[in-house]
């Protein structure tokens, strides 16, 4: 019998083909085959939520190969994977072959396995059951949703609030959370304190510190030294006191090794131990979920990475049980294996813990077979897998009471310490911290009731002041997100990713920081859709969302419940004035738009004129604080920052942000926006003559540019030097591709457009060296960096475009996608990506077709001029 087998990705493919055997076909579907096509309309709430699905050009050539091979199959099996995602690939795909009539009466199996191993594949093909119509109920509700959302409320943001991007149900509120923490450090008001910390040793000479706890009968917490001449009261108490041990406690206590991880807690644990983006962790990840290559054989290393189930395999716990007994002794092996829960609100355990395939694939054994993050992110699955069945730890923490007699006051002061007694799951690893301070343990000297104790010098006394609530790290904010149920594991990493692209958030020392966008947007949600930013409501919807793929609920029920109000709510600012938009945002942000003045004065008069108020006004280009008294006052400055100069920095509201006046020219540098993004601009236009621009380069922020910068800018191209060859000149620009020298027609990349200011002529002389090498003679290419063998046969190779990094293999060049580092694409990636574009028609270039012959004069008509127009139109 022959079995047709679909996949999400060729390494799946690769390696399961391997597994089945010549009976069976395997074939990827590159992900999801359809989507909704980006157009209103695409869910239909009068047609009952009517979803019209497109299929792409590529995706349209892989189904039509699927369809072939289906139709001369004898069974189909779907086996994408095990979650809701899967699900709704496989739907998708039977779907579509139903459209095109490809299926006969073949059975149809859905077979899922949570790890790509052998023995995993094998069981699976053993027990197919149906695809599961609940879990595709809630993969189309959510889609829905998002859609009527996103196409919803993202028009209304536009309309309303220049400068917005979009708006999205996760999105959202994930943005709400940065932004309140914002605020709320914002409004936080330090409080002085002060700690006394006093040197002591035992009669055997041994030293130790202790804490000051108690004064005149009140315990003293860690702010009841309010200020320094209390705190200096009591040093001098302290220290004309004698001072004898009062009484000494030790406790046993024990330390329990945290669950394997679940997709959150991994990407919070490789945030804070290796410094990974949660949406690069799920990359690594996926690499070692569809395996690597050992001794000839593909195999998958971890089980599949998107779950929040934290419970095992029972085999896997007993080898893992197997190997701590071998390598670390019976004492580190619990009686009885661990069994975990979720605490996680709206936790769906329906899959392992992400943990190893096999655990006697040690690290250091995978460390010769992966790249240097792969292997990082695998040995730490690995620790933390294995340290969840080992024995808990066993700590002793002791603490001493101190009477400080004699002065007059009774004061006591305390010391504590912990003492690991054994090791237990610490002995292989122990969880990061998000603030990154956790004191080690320390071992107090042996002390008994009446001992007597001596000074070692002066008592501490140190100043401190209370600390706003840190902002969110990328963990911090995923782990904030699971706890209040906002989202889902397999939507944290792409939310996350798409705060930072809508330039909502920025990363500042790897702690999250909302941009004004951002705070915006925020801003004029709650104003207006209060409802939908909500944490309970989100949470509450995606509890909704469960119970459907839980079989407990009409999906369409909660799409109707939901747009029924979500409506109400949009065609509740179709009538919005700006000026009523203008009112809330002032409202919401003034505290930050306008803090208090040390002096106590009006924050909100303004500083050119005197006489007028400033306020929150709405531009072309986006948001700025400007004057009232406008246009006679001209003052703008950005929303959070200061002016710089007398009409400001900010965008005013013919969307021009004046920077100030080029010293040699006398002439005014602005900031504009234009067709292709922002500009600088110096001077202005003079009878036909145009003034000289310049475009910012990519990754300058508009927002952060000032007047040296401008002028650099305007100053381009720079000349480096004569080259020591023939004399000719060197110079530095950037253009439309990015950074560049530039000497007698060749053109070698810079690496950032920084360079370009600061290149010297031997800097500039190598890479012009360098690119004519490559070229290999006027016109050829780079000959590319290999990244191994294709199996078809032949190089596959990793180049530096014109248009972009790209991977090749004999005729085909392929584009990487964005995101995808040049530098660190695997083979596995550059293959998928080539078999790609070969299956969309890609490749070699087809012949040149034969001019017509020139028989007929009506050939001659054939190229009317008015197109030719729009195509340049649309080039530019």
Known sequence: MHSVVIVESPAKAKTINKYLGSDYEVIASYGHVRDLPAKDGSVDPEADFHMLWEVDGKSSQRLNEIARAVKAADRLILATDPDREGEAISWHVLEVLRQKKALKDQPIERVVFNAITKQSILEAMKNPRQIDVALVDAYLARRALDYLVGFTLSPVLWRKLPGARSAGRVQSVSLRLVCDREAEIERFTPREYWSLIASLSTPKGESFEARISSADGKKLGRLDVPDEATATALKQAIEASDLKVESVEAKPGRRNPQPPFTTSTLQQEASRKLGLAPNRTMQ???????????????????????????????????AVRSLIGSDYGARYVPGAPRKYMVKAKNAQEAHEAVRPTDPQRTPKEMAKRLDDEQARLYELIWKRTVASQMESAEVERTTVDIAATGSGRAIELRATGTVVTFDGFLA??????????????????????????????????TQHFTEPPPRYTEAALVKRMEELGIGRPSTYAATLAVLRDRGYVNLDKKRLVPDDKGRLVIAFLQSFFSRYVEYDFTASLEEQLDKVSNHELDWKEVLRAFWRDFTGAVDATKELRVTEVLDALNEILGPYVFPPKPDGSDPRVCPTCGTGKLSLKLGKYGSFVGCSNYPECKFTRPLGGEPEGEEGSAAGPDGVKVLGTDPETSLQVTLRAGRFGPYVQLGEPVEKEKPKRASLPKGWSAAELDLEAALKLLSLPRLVGPHPENGKPIEANIGRYGPYVSHDGVYANLDSAEEVFSVGLNRAVSVLAEKKEKRGGR????????????????????????????????????????????????????????????????????????????????AKKAAPKKPAKTAKRAAE
């Open 428 to 461: 292989l690893y122990q969880e990061g911290r998000d603030d990154e301070d956790d004191e080690e343990a320390k071992r107090l000297p042996a002390m008994a009731r009446g001992d007597a104790l001596k000074r070692v010098g002066p008592v501490a006394s």
């Open 779 to 858: 016109g050829g290419s780079p000959a590319g960096r290999a990244l191994g063998d294709h199996p078809d046969g032949g190089p596959v190779t990793v180049h530096a475009g014109k248009y972009g990094p790209y991977v090749k293999h004999g005729k085909i060049n392929a584009t990487l996608p964005k995101g995808v580092d040049p530098e660190t694409v695997s083979l596995d990636e550059a293959l998928k990506v080539i078999e790609a574009k070969a299956a969309s028609g890609g490749g070699a270039k087809k012949p040149a077709r034969r001019a017509a012959p020139a028989k007929k004069p009506a």
């Open 284 to 318: 690594i990840a996926q690499r070692l979920y569809e395996g690597v290559d050992i001794g000839g054989e593909t195999v998958g290393l971890i089980t599949y990475m998107r779950t929040d189930g934290v419970d095992m395999d029972p085999g896997a716990v007993t």
